[in-house]
């Protein structure tokens, strides 16, 4: 059963940052994808950043230059560092894994299979 938890989320004033944390366990396919999605009160969920077993990413146009996906395998567990946050960045964020695909789908979320519950982030103006 595959399960991942997310954590590291809160609230932090403009301009500041933060480090989501996403467990995964029990995906056995060494060929995955693995994303961050986000969903704003009254607004459709959106790709926020995406990863692949290469370490091929793909990053939203809004958070571009302001955060970072990575993983660490040995930890099976991956992070959105978020940097110079803004008022419009507060959401629920949820952690997303499937198989592997190409770059493109990387913010396609159709194609994951399995999510997290989310963590929130509200940044304060």
């Known amino acids: 059963q595959v399960q991942l938890v997310e954590s590291g989320g809160g609230s932090v004033q403009s301009g500041g940052s933060l480090r989501l944390s996403c467990a995964a366990s029990?995906?056995?396919?060494?060929?995955?994808?693995m994303g961050w999605f986000r969903q704003a009160p009254g607004k459709e969920r959106e790709g926020v950043a995406g990863?692949?077993?290469?370490?091929?990413?793909r990053y939203a146009d809004s958070v571009k230059g302001r955060f970072t996906i990575s993983q660490d395998n040995a930890k099976n567990t991956l992070y959105l560092q978020m940097n110079s946050l803004k008022s419009e960045d507060t959401a629920m964020y949820y952690c997303?894994?499937?198989?592997?695909?190409?770059?493109?789908?990387?913010?396609?979320?159709?194609?994951?299979?399995?999510w997290g519950q989310g963590t929130q982030v509200t940044v304060s103006s």
């Open positions: 029990g995906y056995t396919d060494s060929n995955y994808c």
């Open positions: 990863i692949d077993s290469d370490g091929i990413t």
């Open positions: 997303a894994a499937g198989p592997r695909a190409g770059w493109w789908l990387l913010l396609t979320q159709r194609w994951y299979k399995y």
